[in-house]
């Protein structure tokens, strides 16, 4: 189901303001669901760009990857507050909306290229992080990767007011 913007003077279609959301961006808030139950967590995550591919690490086993298993139809939530507007009873800030399937990462050169991704998403000195990853069995015991292609991504705006 396709929903239109309700706001359509906020709507932001410009890729490169939508790129920027996400691009500052260090977390998402993950909304999954099986069968009538809702789940919603945040997450640190990485964007590959070149595909829009959102990629998460987590634990091997838990809500999540139950969730997930059960039904990988997602939507996640990017913020970017721009912060309370006192005198004004309003809250400038820009937000993106993704819709995917998130699928869980099993091919060791995927996860290592999704664990890079995310290192540059998150870290300021990704060099010295990139020498702790390799694909060894004991690096990835326990934990598990997974990602969102995007299928839709929907953004919208409250400037501040000046």
Not at 12 to 28: E, F, P, Q, S
Not at 62 to 70: H, M
Not at 87 to 102: K, L
Request: net charge neutral; glycine share 6%.
């Amino acid at each position: 189901m396709s929903y239109h913007m309700r706001r359509s003077d906020r709507e932001v279609t410009d890729r490169h303001k939508m790129l920027d959301v996400i691009n500052k961006g260090k977390y998402a808030v993950i909304a999954l669901c099986k069968g009538n139950e809702p789940y919603a967590v945040a997450m640190s995550y990485g964007f590959d760009e070149s595909t829009d591919t959102f990629y998460f690490h987590g634990a091997a086993k838990g809500q999540k990857i139950d969730f997930i298993k059960a039904n990988p139809d997602s939507c996640l939530t990017i913020i970017e507050d721009l912060g309370y507007q006192y005198d004004e009873c309003t809250h400038a800030y820009r937000s993106i909306v993704i819709r995917g399937n998130m699928v869980l990462v099993d091919n060791p050169e995927e996860r290592v290229h999704g664990i890079k991704v995310m290192i540059h998403q998150l870290e300021p000195n990704t060099e010295k992080q990139f020498l702790k990853i390799n694909d060894s069995d004991a690096v990835w015991r326990g934990t598990q990767m997974f990602k969102l292609a995007a299928e839709s991504m929907t953004c919208k705006e409250r400037p501040k007011i000046a």
